[in-house]
């Protein structure tokens, strides 16, 4: 691992289509790569959804390489399918849809099957999250509001929270990687952190960051983490993209909630929206944007006089066809998915 980090920086560091996939016939909005496979033998499998109302199953042949759909989820969401998540085992996909709910599948022999249906958002539905354990899920829409459902046996799901904090839609929710704290992204140009209050079980927005403390000036569309967790990078529709951090150390000892602090803004790469962000754990930042093109950051260790800050290490022009709606790393793969379909690109 490190050495291949090494062999990037020294710029041997290229980016190769391997595989466009079609099937969608409409938009598509995000993917999924499944945590349970691509290790061990298990080939690997990734989800997606479009405006097309659906969700398709991806796997890799192991033996020719190439990438087929293994399975249409249909016939359950009525509008776009604009987000979809997988648990941590693997075994249940949650998709989220412009028809006001989130539907749970089960992976049961060669099918999936929808289990559990959520409702309770007043209109669309733009992400679904897990926690890192599972038992918790977590989700968003244009209501203005941020939903925490709490997974119960036999495919039970039982709303916890309904967070009231943020004035406009909302566009994402990532869970933490290693705790339980609730991150939410939104058009009033405000991230919120949320946590549990220890003594009630509610939760509770511990931290917003705004414009007022060095955050975005317009929308914020995605957010991600790095592979510790002690840090998190953001974009927006004002064409940057920031880097957060926090002393997880003390966050982690129990020793009170460690607020997050602008690190560096990373501006003039883009000049369109950028939709999305992803950090790999080999530590590289992934953006795709309404520009068409894919950008790849990595930290500059030569620039650590006034603190951390980010380089561009590759840009990818006319990745697509269209805007990028979903950047997602897999180990040593990038996926990109734009309008009707998917492009996988090894890097």
């Given at each position: 691992m490190e050495n291949h980090t090494t062999e990037l920086y020294e710029g041997r560091f290229e980016l190769k289509e391997i595989q466009r996939l079609e099937g969608h016939t409409d938009r598509v909005w995000s993917l999924a790569w499944n945590p349970a496979t691509g290790?061990?033998?298990?080939?690997?499998?990734?989800?997606?959804?479009?405006?097309?109302?659906?969700?398709?199953?991806?796997?890799?042949?192991?033996?020719?390489?190439?990438?087929?759909?293994?399975?249409?989820l249909e016939e359950t969401h009525t509008r776009t399918v604009r987000s979809c998540a997988w648990s941590p085992t693997g075994k249940l996909l949650a998709t989220a849809s412009f028809d006001a709910t989130t539907a749970i599948w089960e992976h049961i022999g060669?099918?999936?099957?929808?289990?559990?249906?959520?409702?309770?958002?007043?209109?669309?539905?733009?992400?679904?999250?897990?926690?890192?354990?599972g038992s918790l899920l977590a989700t968003c829409g244009r209501d203005k509001s941020v939903w925490i459902w709490e997974v119960l046996p036999g495919n039970e799901f039982e709303c916890v929270s309904v967070l009231q904090g943020h004035t406009q839609?909302?566009?994402?929710?990532?869970?933490?990687?290693?705790?339980?704290?609730?991150?939410?992204?939104?058009?009033?140009?405000?991230?919120?952190?949320?946590?549990?209050?220890?003594?009630?079980?509610?939760?509770?927005?511990?931290?917003?960051?705004?414009?007022?403390?060095?955050?975005?000036?317009?929308t914020i569309w995605a957010l991600s983490f790095n592979a510790v967790g002690d840090k998190m990078v953001t974009c927006s529709d004002d064409l940057t993209i920031k880097i957060w951090d926090t002393d997880s150390m003390r966050m982690q000892s129990g020793d009170g909630y460690a607020p997050w602090k602008h690190l560096c803004t990373l501006s003039g790469y883009h000049d369109r929206t950028i939709f999305s962000v992803h950090?790999?754990?080999?530590?590289i930042i992934a953006s795709g944007a309404a520009d068409d093109a894919i950008r790849f950051f990595v930290e500059d260790k030569d620039g650590l006089?006034?603190?951390?800050?980010?380089?561009?290490?590759?840009?990818?022009?006319?990745?697509?066809?269209?805007?990028?709606?979903?950047?997602?790393w897999s180990t040593g793969i990038v996926l990109v998915s734009i309008n009707a379909f998917e492009r996988l690109a090894r890097v």
């Open positions: 290790t061990a033998g298990i080939p690997p499998v990734f989800a997606s959804c479009s405006g097309d109302k659906t969700v398709r199953i991806w796997q890799q042949s192991l033996s020719t390489g190439s990438w087929d759909c293994k399975a249409v060669n099918d999936f099957e929808c289990v559990s249906t959520l409702e309770g958002h007043e209109n669309e539905v733009k992400s679904v999250v897990w926690n890192a354990s839609d909302v566009k994402m929710v990532q869970w933490h990687p290693t705790m339980d704290l609730l991150f939410s992204c939104s058009y009033d140009n405000t991230i919120k952190i949320w946590a549990e209050d220890g003594d009630s079980d509610d939760w509770h927005c511990v931290q917003t960051l705004g414009e007022s403390n060095n955050g975005h000036s317009s950090w790999s754990r080999e530590g006089v006034d603190g951390p800050t980010y380089k561009l290490l590759l840009k990818k022009e006319k990745a697509h066809d269209m805007d990028i709606n979903s950047v997602q």
